[in-house]
């Protein structure tokens, strides 16, 4: 398959793209910034059309993984770029597959499980789950992040490419131990005993092991009768609290200092990213996942947070 990524040089990128090369499939990223890689990485800005649309010909897949990271504070500017970046890209996909005449088997377009509410007891599906931005419980600036979600679906909703199947990724937090990765810097804080609760510690952590992300993927490429929106997230999420105190059970700490919420806002401030991203509970359920035939490789945290502290320790030792 010949298979293209935009926006592909991040984490979730660089996880794919390497997984499909290692596969014998033609990768192609478009980034802002191409680099010396193992795979084809091509110019483009994500808005306007330019050489790269040449790399369209001939694809079996788009993998749209375009967005200004949301890891930074909410300024105006960056809310901007945040919006933007998710919106145009896609406007300038369409355009470009149409100009090109050359329509992908099919298109599967990055969402966010963050799309719905601050929620602590039912889990969230594809098919009751409440959408976010109301909730008496969460702070008003929440909601952008909302409305981001609601936009870029909403997007992708409208466009017209009749020979090419759309799926929507609501991806939940993923986990791998590269260098940058969420979970290395979880694990750093456990390294560093203040690997305890954050807030509450209640709040629900939903997330997906890289081989479940990988493997979800390619389950939704080669089943040709899926399309729509479909949560990448484990069956099981678990709360802050316990969800700290497993991965300290699979590095070998025993204890870990917990992080008031104070504490947290003030950090986030300094660091230049938002608490939201700690503090919102997200539980979700992937029931379309399910029902379609797929299975976890890694459906408890217990055994993922084993696999990635191993992993982590093999990679550096």
Same mark, same amino acid.
């Given at each position: 398959?010949?298979?293209? !990524?935009?926006g592909?040089?991040?984490?979730?990128?660089?996880?794919?793209?390497?997984?499909?090369?290692?596969?014998? @499939?033609?990768?192609?990223?478009?980034?802002?910034?191409? %680099?010396?890689?193992?795979?084809?990485?091509?110019?483009?800005?994500?808005?306007?059309?330019?050489?790269?649309?040449?790399?369209?010909d001939?694809?079996?897949?788009? !993998?749209?993984? $375009? /967005?200004?990271?949301v890891?930074?504070? =909410?300024? *105006?500017?960056?809310?901007?770029?945040?919006?933007?970046?998710?919106?145009?890209?896609?406007?300038?996909?369409?355009?470009?597959?149409?100009?090109?005449?050359?329509?992908?088997?099919? #298109?599967?377009?990055?969402?966010?499980?963050?799309l =719905?509410?601050?929620?602590?007891?039912?889990?969230?599906?594809? =098919?009751? /789950?409440?959408?976010?931005?109301?909730?008496?419980?969460?702070?008003?600036?929440?909601?952008?992040?909302?409305?981001? %979600?609601? %936009?870029?679906?909403?997007? &992708?909703?409208?466009?017209?490419?009749p020979?090419?199947?759309?799926?929507?990724?609501?991806?939940?937090?993923?986990?791998?131990?590269?260098?940058?990765s969420?979970?290395?810097?979880?694990?750093?804080?456990?390294?560093?005993?203040?690997?305890?609760?954050?807030g509450? /510690?209640d709040?629900?952590?939903?997330? !997906?092991?890289?081989?479940?992300?990988?493997?979800?993927?390619?389950?939704? +490429?080669h089943?040709?009768?899926?399309?729509?929106?479909?949560?990448?997230?484990?069956?099981? *999420?678990?709360?802050?609290?316990?969800?700290?105190?497993?991965?300290?059970?699979?590095?070998? &700490?025993?204890?870990? +200092?917990p992080?008031?919420?104070?504490?947290?806002?003030?950090?986030?401030?300094?660091?230049?990213?938002?608490?939201?991203?700690?503090?919102?509970?997200?539980?979700? @359920?992937?029931?379309?996942?399910?029902?379609?035939? &797929?299975?976890?490789?890694? *459906?408890?945290?217990?055994?993922?947070?084993?696999?990635?502290?191993?992993? #982590?320790?093999?990679? $550096?030792?």
């Open positions: 398959m010949k298979i293209v !990524i935009p592909g040089s991040g984490q979730m990128g660089d996880l794919l793209a390497r997984h499909f090369h290692d596969n014998n @499939h033609e990768v192609v990223v478009l980034t802002r910034h191409p %680099a010396q890689t193992d795979w084809k990485t091509v110019r483009w800005d994500g808005q306007t059309m330019g050489p790269w649309i040449q790399e369209l001939g694809a079996d897949v788009i !993998i749209n993984l $375009t /967005g200004r990271s890891n930074c504070r =909410y300024t *105006p500017k960056n809310k901007c770029d945040i919006w933007s970046s998710r919106v145009r890209s896609i406007r300038v996909l369409e355009r470009a597959i149409l100009e090109r005449g050359a329509s992908p088997s099919v #298109w599967l377009q990055a969402s966010t499980a963050t =719905y509410d601050h929620q602590f007891n039912t889990p969230n599906d594809e =098919y009751t /789950g409440v959408l976010g931005g109301e909730e008496p419980n969460a702070p008003s600036k929440w909601r952008f992040s909302i409305d981001v %979600a609601r %936009a870029w679906e909403g997007e &992708f909703a409208l466009v017209a490419l020979h090419t199947r759309k799926v929507v990724m609501r991806t939940s937090l993923v986990f791998n131990p590269d260098p940058g969420v979970f290395t810097y979880l694990l750093k804080l456990v390294q560093l005993g203040l690997g305890g609760r954050v509450a /510690g709040q629900f952590v939903s997330w !997906i092991h890289e081989l479940d992300v990988i493997r979800a993927i390619e389950h939704l +490429i089943r040709s009768d899926l399309s729509g929106a479909f949560i990448f997230g484990t069956p099981f *999420p678990v709360t802050n609290s316990d969800f700290m105190k497993e991965l300290r059970d699979a590095w070998g &700490f025993k204890w870990g +200092i992080t008031p919420e104070w504490l947290l806002k003030i950090g986030a401030v300094l660091i230049q990213t938002e608490s939201e991203l700690i503090l919102k509970s997200r539980k979700v @359920h992937p029931t379309r996942l399910i029902e379609s035939g &797929f299975e976890f490789s890694y *459906p408890k945290w217990t055994q993922a947070a084993q696999n990635l502290c191993d992993q #982590w320790r093999n990679h $550096t030792h």
